[in-house]
């Protein structure tokens, strides 16, 4: 069956990093397209960014961009969310998506506390 373990989150000071990764098993990893979305407390889940099937293309919403990176190691069924320069307002439960369309699966999700 499809499992998605996340990892990597915790709480870290304002400027700090933390990287995010998302084991997967269970379907055809390298044919999914794999996104990262997150959910900050009394609010909705919004989009963080995103990487193609092959890793060749990143795409990131406006306020991590430049920030986050986005990749995946399609040998390990893993993908991974590079957090610099965290800012409070990233406080957020992140969640790991993969998606082909016709299908979509979703990590437990890791909470990431940025203190001021």
């Known amino acids: 069956q499809v499992q998605l373990v996340e990892s990597g989150g915790g709480l870290v000071q304002a400027g700090g990093s933390l990287r995010l990764s998302c084991a997967a098993s269970?379907?055809?990893?390298?044919?999914?397209?794999m996104d990262w979305y997150r959910q900050a407390p009394g609010k909705e889940r919004t989009f963080v960014g995103g990487i193609s099937r092959s890793g060749g293309s990143t795409y990131y919403a406006d306020s991590v961009k430049g920030r986050f990176t986005i990749s995946r190691d399609n040998a390990k069924n893993t993908g991974y969310l590079q957090m610099n320069n965290l800012k409070p307002e990233d406080t957020a439960v992140y969640y790991c998506r993969f998606t082909n369309g016709a299908s979509s699966y979703w990590g437990q999700g890791t909470q990431v506390t940025v203190s001021s």
């Open positions: 269970g379907f055809a990893f390298g044919t999914y397209v």
